[in-house]
């Protein structure tokens, strides 16, 4: 196929790609020919876009073709990546249509495809079943990969991923010898960290096959294996009584309508008397459902409103007693698995092809963009029973921070 | 009309009342007649019925009778009444109904006619237009009728709401020169207090006369009329933008069915860039809207889920930044109410009539035990929108509190 468009009406393509957009400060040049800047002629990032063919795929498809352009490799960006995603980001709200990182890394984290157990195990597999090696490039040294809570601005990416867990275990008031459940417990962090530092007794669970192996390895390692069960299974099928629950990062991948079966799981493990905590990528309204378009990096998501995700909780009679928004502290989160994942880039070249690779570093910066931005949200809900009797609603936790810090 | 019931059947009857409300731990007693004890025996409170037609009304209408009976003075109570509310809330999970307080408090605190603008101002008028002096009674010394916030167990009730609204400006990052819309404003203490403590300007509004009247006498006393204004007017008809949005016990009375207006007032006053407050009574779960009863106390009002408060928010794309379940601190604000509601028995009786005085008694009892019960619960919603540059955050207000209690 070949493309025949004059000089002048290749410009005015780049021009009206730019006006979609709602202007951002970026100059696009396509390589070899044309190149458009905003109108006034500011621009701090230059996007380069190897030919015409590459140009139209991201016109039929704006929502998706900048991901998928970049992640192959035929668009290059010069300058800040996550940068240039905020300023795509803001600019998107001003020009027609979501834009196109806004809309393609919306859609990533959009209700997709049914989770049931089977689908859910595959998006799942899909995801974390990437090798422990890659992950381990560019997370935390106790391989968390969810918010960290920075208590400090010095604090470090491992500080704060401490400080994060200890936080949830003072907003959960656990004690000595609490049951606790941990729906999609990741490589573990957690779990472990409530049985070596709070005597609790964890089943905590995970569909990747991967992770488990994993925190089972680990939890013999630290001596912990009578304390800690690490189940691969899905949370509907995962039995017990429990004092409280825990679920960091696993809400997202529920589906909007599986909600009834996790609030009926919650009432099983909970009861009336229980209490827990949920920690989940949130919107600040919700979005329409949309179909399934092929996806790299979150298939199956689906990323509530507040008030979706609150349906859970009040189905089984639980009162919310506290609510963050930690969206601030999960931009500062990306930033350092972005900067550790750019340092790393000739290790993960050995471990992902190119275009898995550029695809994750346009998600990592993507994000930071979309926490900054307050494209997307982060939530912790604290909740509990009618006959809970923790005293979990007066933020004494909060008064006790310096306390904690000092254990960091 | 002659009741011919024998002596056994009587008590039969009272029997089926406790057991009807869960067996609470009361003696029932029909003066010259039977009187039951719940199974086993043990009782802490006494009841007295004065004849069978007040039994028979109760049992008639059990979600209203008890409050109807105890206000005309023909059912009595012999011990702590909050206490007993509590045990009444507790064993109606038990029994079969909702029980007589809790089925008559959750209809006080129900949907029950739309207010719209002339519904809503003669709603508001019959309970806030009596006279400042019966408030005076009981409320502390600002006049504040919403839950107050205790710093540490020895914060007295005029300590506890000089806290609160200390800790809504911080939470709102109150700053020199902010214009506040404050929705709702009763007596006008928390818009006086960001005008004398964070110098904002304020636009305060209130559908009662008496109220804004006090309000006003009190900002020309203060010196403080030329930075708040005081408008007796409907929320729907208060124009102006914004920096920051402040409303303490209002989101009650406006009715689930006018929230999509609340959310375009909020739209036009906030836009973008503005942040807010929402301070209102919660459930746990909605409650299905019922039909209107008469009722003395709250008239007109809808007690929301927390998910359904937060589409007011959604709807105009506000990011909920922070939320706190106060219940507790609403539990020890009433304690304070009725024990000085207790002490003034004598000077409230020369201005209300036996009924509406007994009747108001149960009402602060009632709301204690509900509270105390998580019946009731207590919301605080911070919320900001998009452009907003404020750093709401990251509760560094928290981490302020010792020096604001310092303030007090």
Redesign the interface.
Known sequence: MILRIGARAESRLLGDVLRMAGNPPVRIVLEGGASAVPPGGEWRFTMRVRDRLTLLRMLADPEFGFGEEFSRGRVTVEGDLAALCREIYTAA?RGRGPGWVAGLLSRWLRLTQAASPRGAWSNIHRHYDLPAEFYRLWLDSEMIYTSAWFPHSGATLEDAQRAKMERVCRKLALESGDRVVDAGCGWGALALYMARHYDARVRAFNLSHEQVEYARRRAAREGLAGQVEFVEDDYRNVGGRFDAFASIGMLEHVGAEHYPELARMLRRWLGESGRGLLHFIGR???EPLSPWIRRRIFPGAYVP????A??V???G????????????HYARTLACWLQRFEAAQAEAARMLDGELLRAWRLYLAGSQAAFQ??NL?L?QVLFAG?ECRR?L???EW??R?EESASRI
């Open positions: 709200r600040s309204r919700p409103a507040l008030s979706e609150l349906r909780l009040e189905q009679d639980y009162a919310v007693m506290d609510v963050e928004n930690l969206r601030s931005t307050g949200q939530y009618r005293r609603w007066t933020r909060a008064a921070e």
